[in-house]
């Protein structure tokens, strides 16, 4: 493999679809403080809102990427607001799909201690204290770590570094020069009117109305949007008028602390702009307000519409705002929208006016209560990958959801809400935030009911894939006396598969087969319980082939294989592929093998299931280590590996797996030699997770 052709280093810095506009100073000292030369380690960018810190620090972060051989790693905190949830967001955007059961700082630090890597933690002035104790953590365990942080407001962490951003610079009226907030408000108003043009005759206005907005990057922009329905001419008049009275006004007022008058430029050009919309765009614009992250025009219109706001209308209205700079849609999905934060900030403010804060963080809820709800009965179909990737879009909404629902942790809504989003986290590779949440309401008495069987499983679940027996075998407990007692057979068959798995776990294989074995009289149905009984099965054909018995594990394969294709889910199906494959090594036949993981790989792919990736990985390996290119085996091993740090524990701890892993490596240094194994396992760690990935499933083709 030439590693030329290999592609970026790991991170996941978005392609940024707006306008950047000078910063050419600014982007040479953060290069120089940022590159290998440079001193500090955290590094603070620091202004007031909508001054363009996020987008100065990708671009910075992009042009800083190559020191960093571990990647440059995007954590938004604008969308969280309850306590402890700063670690998650950011384990999230490293993928760290963590299956420890210990602190989450901890599990951060640990696998941060060897890695060089920048993180980018953008507004951070909500959660300043949250932020700065991660900070100080990680900056103590990881030496080649850095921080680049975005704030209204320092950390206040000593060795802190701070980057004042400034507004654009305007010009000067009687010059020439055309100047960066000039710039930036000609190629805004060029996106609105392509005939747009600084000449002669519009040079001086733009101007003028650049001065008036202090060059704050997000008013020029707001402002600019407005030339769809205003003359460059009546925009200068409207807006320097607004800002003049409100500043008069604010000269008689004694200070109200609300910041410095930069600060009151912005809040009054937002406030301008609101005043400009129609009463029906200002109503959608305040509800909107409730999301966190993005959102669909869907679930605009569930949450958003009523009373003088029909459902009909939410779709043109919301297209009206985006026409107007207030609404951003999502550059990678043209139905996904969303509102920065100081415009965020604005609409939830008339929302708290209106007196519909509460009734809208409500339908908020109910709606992903709703979505929640349909996924987990829906889940174990050929629709399985498409809710996933839904989970994943919503995973800022599931948040605010989960949140508001815990409020009151010991109600029925918290229970059915944490209990299904709890599932679809731990099967959508967020295991973390699964076990967060079914804490926080199972930690309170719930009367009996198919809600409670389902986060009673879903939290022993977790502990499954985390490897912490004592909950495993404790939730397994007291979910099937919750399912007997309601007297359902497909959830008592359900609970099964913490019982056998407990079994399997702790090595007594015949026990576990019993316990997983499928009853033929309870159907395998379509939702969240039809899932388990596959994975019982899945169970039984794991205890077959740990205990030795090729013969029946691959009869179990078979029998799970096909059900899982009859229902069309994946999650399952993935994990047989694999083992259909580990069974294929077991014979000799290198080519079903290699053809069986990567069918694996590509289902566990599609649903961000970490844990089978690497555990399909180490089984290719295997196949190729045995009978195919030790090359290929070597590097798939360096993959393999550097997925297995994701998850916290290298082959999930089992002696088995861990004894196979060396047995590998030495087959692989016999046949290659110790500097060529080597150099091609030291290429694989070097990948990043979806070139690794790529090269897995095409063979290094």
């Excluded at 297209?319 to 043209?334: G, K």
């Excluded at 174990?380 to 800022?396: G, K, Y």
Aim: proline letters at 4%; a negative charge.
């Amino acid at each position: 493999m030439s590693r030329k052709n290999v592609v970026p280093r790991p991170g996941n810095l978005p392609a940024d679809a707006r306008v950047f506009v000078g910063r050419l100073d600014e982007l040479d000292h953060l290069e120089d403080e940022l590159g290998p030369g440079g001193d500090g380690r955290l590094l603070t960018l620091l202004g007031v809102g909508g001054v363009g810190k996020t987008r100065l620090a990708l671009r910075a972060a992009e042009r800083a990427s190559k020191a960093y051989a571990d990647g440059v790693w995007l954590v938004e905190l604008s969308a969280l607001r309850a306590p402890g949830q700063v670690p998650l967001a950011v384990m999230e955007a490293l993928r760290l799909a963590d299956q420890s059961t210990g602190p989450v700082t901890d599990a951060l630090c640990a696998w941060a201690q060897d890695k060089q890597l920048l993180l980018v933690l953008d507004s951070c002035e909500h959660l300043l204290a949250e932020c700065a104790d991660l900070v100080a953590d990680l900056l103590i365990a990881a030496p080649a770590l850095r921080v680049l942080a975005t704030s209204r407001e320092l950390l206040g962490l000593p060795g802190e570094r701070l980057l004042a951003v400034e507004p654009l610079p305007v010009g000067d009226p009687d010059g020439d020069q055309q100047a960066d907030a000039e710039t930036l408000f000609a190629q805004c108003a060029a996106r609105v009117d392509p005939g747009f043009a600084l000449d002669e005759r519009t040079r001086r206005e733009v101007g003028d109305v650049c001065r008036a907005l202090d060059g704050i990057p997000l008013a020029l922009e707001l402002a600019a949007a407005r030339l769809a329905t205003h003359s460059l001419g009546a925009l200068h008049a409207l807006l320097t008028d607004r800002l003049r009275s409100r500043f008069e006004l604010l000269e008689t007022e004694e200070c109200d602390g609300e910041g410095p008058p930069r600060h009151w430029t912005l809040r009054t050009t937002i406030g301008w702009s609101h005043e400009l919309c129609v009463p029906l765009e200002r109503l959608l614009w305040a509800r909107l307000s409730v999301f966190a992250g993005t959102f669909t025009t869907g679930a605009a219109t569930w949450v958003c519409a009523g009373g003088p706001l029909g459902a009909d209308q939410v779709r043109g209205l919301l297209l009206r705002l985006v026409q107007q700079s207030i609404v951003l849609r999502d550059p990678a999905d043209p139905d996904r929208f969303r509102l920065l934060d100081t415009i965020r900030e604005y609409g939830a403010g008339w929302l708290r006016e209106l007196g519909e804060e509460e009734a809208l963080r409500l339908r908020h809820r109910d709606h992903y209560r709703r979505f929640a709800r349909e996924a987990c009965s829906d889940w174990n179909t050929s629709r399985q990958v498409a809710w996933c990737d839904r989970v994943v879009a919503e995973h800022a909404n599931l948040r605010a959801a989960v949140d508001c629902a815990l409020a009151e942790p010991g109600s029925p809504v918290a229970l059915e809400v944490a209990g299904s989003v709890g599932f679809l986290w731990r099967n959508c590779g967020m295991p973390r935030d699964a076990q967060l949440c079914l804490d926080r309401v199972l930690a309170e008495e719930h009367p009996a009911g198919p809600d409670l069987v389902l986060a009673q499983w879903s939290r022993g679940a977790v502990a499954m894939n985390q490897g912490d027996l004592d909950v495993v075998r404790d939730w397994g407990v007291r979910c099937t006396d919750v399912a007997r007692e309601l007297g359902d057979p497909a959830m008592i068959r359900a609970s099964a598969y913490l019982t056998g798995g407990y079994l399997a776990l702790v090595g007594r294989l015949p026990e576990a087969v019993d316990a997983l074995a499928p009853n033929p009289r309870v159907l395998v149905g379509m939702d969240w319980r039809g899932a388990a009984l596959v994975m019982n099965s899945l169970g039984v054909t794991y205890s077959h082939l740990y205990s030795g018995d090729l013969d029946k594990a691959r009869e179990a394969a078979r029998a799970t294989r096909a059900s899982s294709v009859q229902c069309g889910e994946r999650w399952s199906r993935s994990f047989i592929d694999a083992i259909i494959a580990q069974l294929d090594v077991a014979r000799g036949d290198t080519d079903a093998a290699r053809r069986n993981c990567r069918d694996a790989l590509a289902g566990h792919r599609s649903l961000h299931n970490t844990l089978g990736l690497a555990f399909t990985l180490d089984i290719l390996a295997q196949a190729e280590a045995t009978g195919g290119d030790g090359r290929f085996a070597a590097r798939v091993q360096g993959v393999s590996q550097r997925i297995w740090e994701l998850l916290g524990r290298a082959q999930m701890d089992s002696p088995q797996q861990i004894a196979a892993r060396r047995a590998r490596e030495r087959t692989l240094r016999e046949r290659l030699g110790d500097e060529v194994y080597e150099q091609a396992y030291e290429e694989g760690t070097a990948m990043s997770y979806d070139e690794g990935l790529d090269y897995a499933l095409t063979g290094g083709v």
